[in-house]
C-alpha cells in the first residue's frame, strides 16, 4: 500500500521559513493537497494540486512536488501557523494521508 | 456559503452498530463527490470511505462500513456496523475541492461528530 512519510515534528523561529516534507516513490507523479489543523478544528486544504492555494490561503504557503519527495513551505512563519500539517494523495482509488507533522513557532 | 453538518456520534458497545448522517448545503450537492475521515484520539488523520458515481472503502472498515448519499436531501450517510475499539474516533464529512478528490483533494470539512466504542 501506498505509505507518505512526514517528520514528526518542524520547529521554526517566527518569521523564518520551515519546510515540510512528504517521501513516498514517484510522489512526483501525484497530485498532493496539505492540510492545516489546530487543535480542536477540523483540517483545512491549504495547498491543492501540489502549487494550488485555495481563497483565503495566505501567499506564505506554497508548494512543489518533485520525484520522491513533496514539500509545503510556509514563510515568514507567524505564530498562527503552529499547527499539525497533513500531506494527502490519491492512489488506487484510495485517499492516502501522511501521519502529520507538528510545526513548532518558536 | 458551503456547510457540512454532521451528526449520530455517540457511545455504542463493541460489536454494535451507528449511523452517521452528513448534512450538505451552499452547494450543488449532485456535482460533488463526498468522504468520510477518521481522526482517533491524539492521532492522524485516516481516511474511510467516499462515494461519487462509485463507492470505496479503507481495509480497516470494508465489509462492516456502508456509504450512502441522498441528493434529494443533500446528505451522506455512513453505516457503521460490528464496531470495534479501534473505530473510536471524530468522524469527518467532507467534500472535494473541486468535483474530484482524487484531482484536488478535500476542500471542506464539518465539525465532526466523536464515535466512542466501549463496553
Known amino acids: 500500500s501506498y505509505e507518505l512519510t512526514q517528520p514528526l515534528s518542524v520547529s521554526v523561529a517566527l518569521g523564518q521559513t520551515a519546510r515540510i516534507t512528504c517521501g513516498e516513490n514517484?510522489?512526483?507523479?501525484?497530485?498532493v493537497q496539505w492540510y492545516q489543523q489546530k487543535p480542536g478544528q477540523a483540517p483545512v486544504l491549504v495547498i491543492y494540486?501540489?502549487?494550488n492555494r485555495p481563497s483565503g490561503i495566505p501567499e506564505r504557503f506554497s508548494g512543489s512536488n518533485s520525484g520522491n519527495t513533496a514539500t509545503l513551505t510556509i514563510s515568514r512563519a507567524q505564530a498562527d501557523d503552529e499547527a499539525d500539517y497533513y500531506c494527502?494523495?490519491?492512489?488506487?482509488?484510495?485517499?492516502?494521508f501522511g501521519g502529520g507533522t507538528k510545526v513548532t513557532v518558536l | 456559503q458551503v456547510q457540512l453538518v454532521e451528526s449520530g456520534g455517540g457511545l455504542v458497545k463493541p460489536g454494535g452498530s451507528l449511523r452517521l448522517s452528513c448534512a450538505a448545503s451552499?452547494?450543488?450537492?449532485?456535482?460533488?463527490?463526498m468522504s468520510w475521515i477518521r481522526q482517533a484520539p491524539g492521532k492522524g488523520l485516516e481516511w474511510v470511505s467516499y462515494?461519487?458515481?462509485?463507492?470505496d472503502y479503507a481495509d480497516s472498515v470494508k465489509g462492516r462500513f456502508t456509504i450512502s448519499r441522498d441528493n434529494a436531501k443533500n446528505s451522506v450517510y455512513l453505516q457503521m456496523n460490528s464496531l470495534r475499539a479501534e473505530d473510536t474516533a471524530v468522524y469527518y464529512c467532507?467534500?472535494?475541492?473541486?468535483?474530484?478528490?482524487?484531482?484536488?483533494?478535500?476542500?471542506?470539512w464539518g465539525q465532526g461528530t466523536l464515535v466512542t466504542v466501549s463496553s
Open positions: 451552499g452547494f450543488r450537492f449532485t456535482d460533488y463527490q
Open positions: 462515494i461519487g458515481t462509485y463507492t
Open positions: 514517484n510522489i512526483g507523479t501525484k497530485n
Open positions: 467532507a467534500r472535494a475541492w473541486e468535483s474530484s478528490i482524487a484531482a484536488t483533494g478535500l476542500g471542506y
Open positions: 494527502q494523495v490519491w492512489d488506487n482509488s484510495n485517499v492516502v
Open positions: 494540486r501540489e502549487t
